[in-house]
């Protein structure tokens, strides 16, 4: 069985702070990995995802996430807070194969942005 | 390009009855997956659909069921409906389910 773990379930950081959301995972094959961010009313959109490639990941928006698999972590980060990433961001693991597309979820991080 | 649309985008019902939902995938997509997310929490895994058959099914009653057609839309149905299935349904594509998830909006279901 494959579970996130996401630690602090709210963020608050100043506008132009690094921004650090944590992420851990459980699995009991090579995981992928994935972030994504969702406004108020919205669906889902992929920020960025580990396929087993560089271990660092670029994503979107100037936000990376590390794969440690000896911490079995996917930390996300961005060096510098701006007011529109305020939003809930999920951290989600997927098995490979045809299971590629079945996500198990974290309970999300909201993270505040303030002036 | 049309990404995943979703129909309605909110919807009210009352307990007992049954509710369908809908999904369109993005151009080129052939793999439909169901989510639930309750207020406060992420995503669950309802079930996927792929070739109009159900693939994969996550940890949830029989009174879920879905449908995929031949143009891979498909339906998300509810039946005998509880409180506890208030909850936005989030509808999610990719090409044979080997590709990153493309989610819809959500449909706001609340049950009264």
């Known amino acids: 069985a494959q579970s996130v773990t996401q630690l602090g379930s709210h963020v608050s950081v100043s506008e132009g702070a690094l921004v650090l959301l944590r992420c851990n995972y459980s699995s009991s094959v090579p995981p992928y990995l994935f972030w994504y961010v969702q406004y108020p009313n919205q669906g889902l959109q992929l920020l960025l995802k580990?396929?087993?490639?560089?271990?660092l990941v670029k994503g979107i928006n100037g936000f990376e996430a590390e794969f440690k698999k000896s911490e079995t972590s996917f930390h996300l980060t961005k060096p510098s807070a701006h007011m529109s990433d305020a939003a809930e961001y999920f951290c989600a693991v997927s098995r490979g194969g045809t299971s590629y597309g079945k996500l198990t979820f974290g309970q999300g991080t909201i993270l505040t942005v303030h002036p | 390009d049309a990404g995943v649309t979703q129909s309605p985008t909110h919807l009210i019902k009352t307990r007992g009855q049954q509710v369908t939902l809908r999904c369109s995938p993005k151009s080129g997509h052939d793999t439909v997956s169901w989510y639930q997310q309750a207020l406060g929490q992420g995503p669950q895994f309802i079930f996927q659909y792929y070739e109009e058959e159900e693939r994969q099914r996550g940890n949830f009653p029989d009174r879920f069921s879905g449908h995929q057609f031949p143009n891979y839309s498909s339906e998300l149905n509810v039946n005998a409906l509880l409180l506890g299935d208030s909850a936005l349904y989030l509808c999610?594509?990719?090409?044979?389910?080997?590709?990153?998830?493309?989610f819809g909006q959500g449909t706001r279901l609340t049950v009264v």
């Open positions: 999610a594509s990719s090409r044979g389910g080997y590709t990153e998830a493309f």
């Open positions: 580990y396929t087993s490639a560089a271990t």
